[in-house]
């Protein structure tokens, strides 16, 4: 049982196309998962909108501060307003300190004995 000349050619045309379209494969998948590899660079420009999102808001916080500190440097009422969140008083002030108002609803008795129309 000889093989015909049309099948061994078929063979040996064949084997370059097999080797071929392994290389191909294995560019495919070196390309895709290496270190920057397609997917690589997918994840890498992620964090870098990550990143420039965060550093814009931090520029947006920076600038407010910046604000801030100039308005505690030159403005008297600034100074003030920010003294007493933190609970300062002027002098000759007096602090009254006021309990806090007992709700009418927790004061009347928990039991039975109030009737309800």
């Known amino acids: 049982m000889r093989k015909q000349p049309n099948e061994t050619m078929r063979q040996r045309v064949r084997l370059p196309l097999l080797i071929a379209g392994a290389l191909v494969l294995i ?29 814009e808001r931090l520029r947006r916080e920076n600038a ?15 100074i003030e307003d920010e003294a007493r969140r933190m609970g300062l008083i002027k002098e ?10 007992r709700d009418s609803r927790e004061a009347a008795p928990a039991g039975g004995d109030a009737k309800r129309p």
Do not use: C, H, Y
């Not at 495919?28 to 550093?55: P, Y």
């Not at 000759?92 to 108002?101: A, C, D, G, Q, T």
């Open 64 to 78: 407010d501060l910046k604000s801030r500190v100039e308005g505690l440097r030159s403005n008297p009422s600034v």
């Open 27 to 55: 560019a495919i998948f070196i390309s895709l998962f290496r270190d920057m590899g397609v997917i690589g660079l997918v994840k890498l420009r992620n964090t870098e909108k990550q990143l420039r999102s965060e550093v």
């Open 92 to 101: 000759k002030e007096k602090v009254i300190v006021v309990p806090p108002r």
